[in-house]
């Protein structure tokens, strides 16, 4: 599928995300012109870093606006990690800060302390999904990702809840709203399960782009 744009906003490690789409034989640019953002097929939003710090970035360059004009009109969007959790619609991180609000919900800190655990929740983990959701199609076993994060996304409906994660407490670490996908883990370095999970959303969304042509 050509078109696969990458959000360069300056919080997301661009390079590994390429890298992952090349080894599925997709090939994926980098651009932060939102108009490029607009027109692609599939627009990946990654993520490192703090909340606030990067939903000011998309806002500063007009890629917020690409990115809900894109919301509006079903076009595809994949947040990882940061980037799912600026799909919702406010974080806790560092006070309140309002996100993108496409997947109805606020990012709150995962209460490790209370369960003798460390934050960042660091390494890998066992996803479970929660309505076999076609994202995870063909993971039956061995269902580990690799997490970097302290906080989780807590969706408004639990219809957008892809798949939960335990770390102390069970926590959504994938969404989906339609065409826009979020993973809190990081699929680039989730080595066979992240490539596998990256081909079925390239699948689902080629597969409504045909059913809507």
């Known amino acids: 599928m050509p078109g696969i744009v990458i959000i360069d906003y300056g ?3 661009v390079r590994s995300v390429q890298r992952v789409f090349a080894r599925i034989g997709r090939e994926a640019t980098a651009s932060a012109d939102p108009a490029a953002i607009a027109n692609a097929d599939l627009a990946v939003l990654p993520g490192v870093g703090a909340f606030k710090d990067a939903i000011a970035a998309l806002r500063s360059t007009g890629m917020d606006v690409a990115l809900t004009r894109r919301a509006a009109t079903k076009r595809p969007i994949l947040g990882i990690c940061l980037g799912m959790q600026l799909l919702a619609s406010r974080s806790l991180e560092d006070g309140v800060h309002q996100g993108l609000d496409l997947i109805p919900g606020a990012v709150e800190p995962i209460p490790a302390a209370q369960h003798g655990l460390r934050l960042p929740h660091i390494g890998w983990n066992e996803v479970l999904d929660e309505g076999a959701d076609a994202i995870f199609s063909g993971l039956e076993l061995n269902r580990d990702f690799y997490f ?3 906080y989780h ?3 408004a409906d639990s219809r957008h809840v892809a798949a939960k994660c335990s770390y102390g407490i069970d926590f959504c670490c994938a969404v989906r709203n339609d065409n826009i996908f979020g993973l809190q883990f ?13 081909t079925n959303i390239l699948r689902i969304v080629e597969h409504n782009a045909t059913a809507t042509a």
Do not use: I, M, T
């Open 11 to 13: 919080f997301g490690n």
């Open 153 to 155: 996304f807590v969706c």
């Open 186 to 198: 990081h699929p680039e370095k989730s080595q066979d399960n992240g490539r596998a999970v990256l």
């Open 148 to 150: 970097v994060h302290s």
